[in-house]
C-alpha cells in the first residue's frame, strides 16, 4: 500500500501562484519516478510534468517555463511550482509515483484559476 498526502490546491486569480505538495509514503522507495497529472472537467487525465529519482524532468507543452517540478528523496516528496496560473490550468491535479509497470496516484487537489 502506498499513501499520499497531497495539498496546495485552492482558488487563484490570474496570473497569481500555487505550489503543490505530495508526500508517498508505504509501499514506495525513493527510485520510483514522481509527478502530476491534472484531469479538468470533461477532458481526459494528462500528464503536467514529471521527475525521476536522478532528477531528470518532462513538461507539458502548456506549461513549460511556468511550472516547476522538484522533488525531495530523502521525504519521498515531489513539489509542483505553479506561477502564472491561467484559467485553463483549472483541474484537478493528481500526485503519481511509477515503477516499471507498478503506477499509484494519490487522490487529487483541486486548483481553480478565475477572476
Known amino acids: 500500500q502506498v499513501q499520499f498526502v497531497e495539498s496546495g490546491g485552492g482558488l487563484v486569480q490570474p496570473g497569481e501562484s500555487l505550489r503543490l505538495s505530495c508526500a508517498a509514503s508505504g509501499s514506495i522507495h525513493m527510485f520510483y519516478s514522481m509527478g502530476w497529472y491534472r484531469q479538468a472537467p470533461g477532458k481526459q487525465r494528462e500528464l503536467v510534468a514529471s521527475?525521476?529519482?536522478?532528477?531528470?524532468?518532462n513538461y507539458a507543452d502548456s506549461v513549460k517555463g511556468r511550472f516547476t517540478i522538484s522533488r525531495d528523496n530523502t521525504k519521498l516528496t515531489v513539489y509542483l511550482q505553479m506561477n502564472s496560473l491561467k484559467p485553463e490550468d483549472t483541474a484537478v491535479y493528481y500526485c503519481?509515483?511509477?515503477?516499471?509497470?507498478?503506477?499509484?496516484w494519490g487522490q487529487g487537489t483541486q486548483v481553480t484559476v478565475s477572476s
Open positions: 503519481n509515483a511509477a515503477w516499471g509497470s507498478t503506477v499509484h
Open positions: 521527475i525521476t529519482h536522478g532528477g531528470t524532468t
